[in-house]
Structure formats: C-alpha cells, structure tokens
C-alpha cells in the first residue's frame, strides 16, 4: 500500500532553516510527480511546491526564492529545503501523492517559526 512517512521539522527562529523528507512507498516513485502542502491554524490546506518526475519545480510566490523542493529516486525520498524562514511559514507541512486517482498523504510535520 502507498505509505508516504515524513521526517524533520520542529521549532526556528526567523530567518533560519529546516529541512522536510518525505520517504514513499508502495508506488513507482521515480515517475510520480510529488507535493508539499501546508496548512496553518484557522487557514485552508495550500500547495507549497510541486516536483515532477524529471525534477522540475515549481512553487507558490510566499516562498519563492526560499524553498527548494529535490527528490532522490533511488531513496524513494522527496525533500523540501526551507531557507529564510518567516513566522507566516509556522503550519504543519505534509508531502503528498496521486496514484490510481486517490490523493495520499504524509503523516504531516509541525514546523514553527518564532519571532
């Protein structure tokens, strides 16, 4: 069965850094595409970056220039790298998948930047 289980996270200060994985299974990892999503308290669930099977990249424009979505095919592993991070980044971040039609995701990660 599809198991995406995610690692990192934790508490910084602003303008620090934090790095996300998340390692799948179940699926052809190396022709999937893969997503990281956050959702902050009160707020809807929204989409971070977005890396394809062939690596490209692309991000929503809050955190553009700061994170770095990468995978590791042989790993089975998708990473998210967050750089400068700001207290608007505090949400618990999640990887994400779709496979035969049905969305799945990680476990989710707390990730809080205090001010």
């Known amino acids: 069965q599809v198991q995406l289980v995610q690692s990192g996270g934790g508490l910084v200060q602003t303008g620090g850094s934090l790095r996300l994985s998340c390692a799948a299974s179940?699926?052809?990892?190396?022709?999937?595409?893969m997503a990281w999503y956050r959702q902050a308290p009160g707020k809807q669930r929204e989409m971070v970056a977005v890396?394809?099977?062939?690596?490209?990249?692309t991000y929503v424009d809050s955190v553009k220039g700061r994170f770095t979505a990468s995978r590791d095919n042989a790993k089975k592993t998708v990473y998210l790298q967050m750089n400068t991070l700001k207290p608007e980044d505090t949400a618990v971040y999640y990887c994400?998948?779709?496979?035969?039609?049905?969305?799945?995701w990680g476990q989710g990660t707390q990730v809080t930047v205090s001010s």
């Open positions: 179940g699926f052809i990892f190396s022709i999937k595409t």
């Open positions: 994400n998948v779709n496979h035969r039609d049905v969305g799945y």
């Open positions: 890396i394809a099977s062939e690596g490209t990249t």
